[in-house]
Structure formats: C-alpha cells, structure tokens
C-alpha cells in the first residue's frame, strides 16, 4: 500500500476522519509527528468545566507521551462553540495549557485547525481574520480520495447502531437449555469444550450455524468461560491476564480481533435481553483494545441497559471513566490502526 503525504488542512482532516471512522464533535483531536512522519492519533472530548484546562491538558499529554518517538503534534480542534468578531478561538485556554504540558515533555505544536460546523480555519489566525474553508472542500482533498478508493468511509457520528435481534422465542429457551448442560459439566471440561468451539469459529471464514451460535451465547453466560474465551480472541501465546489487560509481547492478530467482533454482532441478533449484556460487554471490551474508547463505553451502556446488574459491564466502564487505556495503544507495533478515541 501507498504511503500518504499529507500536504494541506483539508488532507489532515480527511485523514483525521477516515482514521477514526468518524467525523468527531466537539473534540481536541492530536496526531504525533517524528520527523514528519505521522505516529498515533488522539482524539478526546473538549473539556466541559471552565477551569480544569491544565489537568485536561496533562492528561492529553499523558497519552501523547506514550508514543516516545513523538517530538511534535499537529491538532484539529472541532466544535460547534462560535467565534465572536475580533475575539481568540474557543478553548484558547485548553490549547495554551497543553503547549505548556507539552514543552515539558520536549513536545512542540506544529500546527492546528480550527473546525467549525461548516467551516475550517487555522486555530492561530488573528482574531477577526476570516480565512475559513467550506467543510464541504475536504471531499475533494487527495488524502479523501485515496482512502475512499481503499473502501474506507466517514460516519457522521460516532452513535453505535446495532443490528435487529430475532428475539425469537426459542432462542431464549434453547440457550437456558444450553447452560444447563453446561453447568453438568466439570469446569475444567466445559470451558475447554468452549474453546475449542470458539477456536474452531475464529479460524472459520464463515459464520456458525444456529446451533453453534447457541453454545456460543451460553458459555459467554458464564465469567470464568467467558474470560478463557475472551483471552483466545488475540491469537496470543500468553498468560490469559496478560492479554485481557493488553499487556502482552506480542502483538494481536488485529484480523482475527475484528472477525470476533463480527462473530459476537452476529451471536447478538440471536440473543434475547436476559442473555445480551456478556456479548454486548466483550464487543465493548474488544473496543477498548482497540483504542475505541468512547465506543467501548457506548457498549458497556447498551450491556446495562439489558441488565442493570451485569457487574463485568459496570466495572469495565468505571476503567473507562478512570481514563485507563489498553497496554497495546502504547505502542506502535502494537496497537490497532495506531489511535486512540477517549471519552
């Protein structure tokens, strides 16, 4: 593949959506730069509270400096916040105490967009100097073209939108049935049993049968077997704590993480309420690996609102909260498609 050359405004910000996925609101977005070169891209929610721009700006600068190639960022600023005649640009507080933070970890900001809901400009230009650009220019840059011929798109939000379950009746009972059986079982032999059916599932090219999918939704009702399962997802030889932290040596096989989020959407049509919190939490869970940090919390959401006691969803999101992100982010050779997208 192609490197990109990123050469004007409009491409950073084709590049800025089509990495994320999504066309952000009302969020701080920074991409470290070494030696020009475009390492890990950030994109965070604008401060809401006047008057916490410094501990904000220390913990972007936190997650920046977990790339230690890093010598500069670039960042686009977008909000809906308008800009009054003859005065600075919104969350010129925020921005000065992230320069700041940054120069102390020998960081410089290179450069930064202001972006509006119909415009752009450079977040620097003198107030009352108009030098804005139509969104609407940012479909023609190159950096758009390249990535739209590579298949990629831009979501206008980053709203999760799940497909319709069946909720036929029998799944319910064909899956309680399933757990029963489950529950007969020596835990050592059904959590091995469940492997090796999610194994066979993960290496498949095709989608499970009915059947298959059943055993599927039951296992994952149980945490200890959902825990063996979730640790099979990265296709990694390593203590099982180690890679549910994302803590480990080796980096996932990203394609066989996103064939497992495309199995557990496809085991979630079949679920019914009782029985979708643990498949909606470890597709939230596979989110945050991933660096999806808001979508994970979207999941963790949606896992409460089936049950409002499912304690796995509940603490995951306290981790969110908690601004915790996944080990293999931190590092280039690990971390998926090399961004992250905090609350």
């Given amino acids: 593949m192609n490197a990109l050359t990123i050469k004007d405004p409009a491409d950073l910000l084709s590049f800025i959506g089509h990495t994320l996925g999504f066309w952000p609101q009302e969020s701080l977005v920074c991409i470290t730069l070494d030696k020009g070169k475009v390492g890990a891209t950030l ?14 700006a220390r913990t972007v ?19 809906s916040s308008h800009c009054e005649p003859g005065q600075p640009k919104p969350h010129t507080a925020t921005i ?17 967009i202001f972006v509006s809901d119909d415009a752009y400009s450079p ?4 107030p009352g100097q108009d030098i ?14 390249e990535f739209i011929y590579r298949g990629s798109t831009i979501e206008p939000t980053n709203r999760i939108i799940l497909p319709t379950p069946t909720h036929e009746a ?20 059904a959590t091995l049993q469940a492997s090796q059916l999610w194994t066979n599932m993960l290496d498949s090219t095709g989608f499970p049968t009915d059947e298959d999918c059943t055993t599927l939704i039951a296992n994952f009702q149980f945490p200890h ?14 203590p099982p704590q180690h890679i549910l932290f994302a803590q480990t040596q080796s980096a996932p096989k990203w394609s066989r993480v996103e064939w497992a989020q495309q199995l557990l959407l496809h085991a979630y049509t079949r679920t019914s309420p009782q029985h979708a919190a643990p498949i909606l939490t470890t597709i939230g869970y596979i989110n945050w690996w991933e660096g999806r940090g ?13 049950d409002p006691g499912y304690r796995f969803a509940r603490l995951t999101d306290q981790m969110l909260g908690a601004g915790i992100i996944a080990g293999w982010t931190t590092n280039k050779d690990t971390a998926y498609k090399n961004h992250l997208d905090m609350l």
């Avoid at 500069?72 to 909000?79: D, K, N, Q, R």
């Avoid at 077997?225 to 390593?238: C, F, H, N, W």
């Fill in 170 to 189: 029998g799944h319910a009972a064909a899956v309680e049935s399933c757990m029963n059986s489950i529950r007969s079982q020596a835990l050592h032999q």
């Fill in 225 to 238: 077997i959902r825990d063996r399962l979730m640790a099979d997802i990265p296709g990694i030889d390593e």
């Fill in 96 to 112: 000065a105490a992230l320069t700041g933070v940054l120069a102390e970890n020998g960081i410089t900001i290179r450069d930064g």
């Fill in 123 to 126: 977040y620097d230009s003198e």
């Fill in 132 to 145: 804005s650009l139509p969104i609407s220019t940012t479909e023609y840059s190159r950096v758009n073209a």
């Fill in 61 to 79: 600068s936190s997650y920046l400096t977990s790339d230690t190639n890093a010598t500069s960022i670039v960042f686009a600023l977008y909000t």
């Fill in 43 to 56: 994109r965070i929610d604008l401060p809401r509270q006047p008057g916490t721009e410094l501990p904000y």
């Fill in 294 to 306: 808001s979508k994970a919390h979207q999941y963790m959401q949606l896992a409460l609102d089936t």
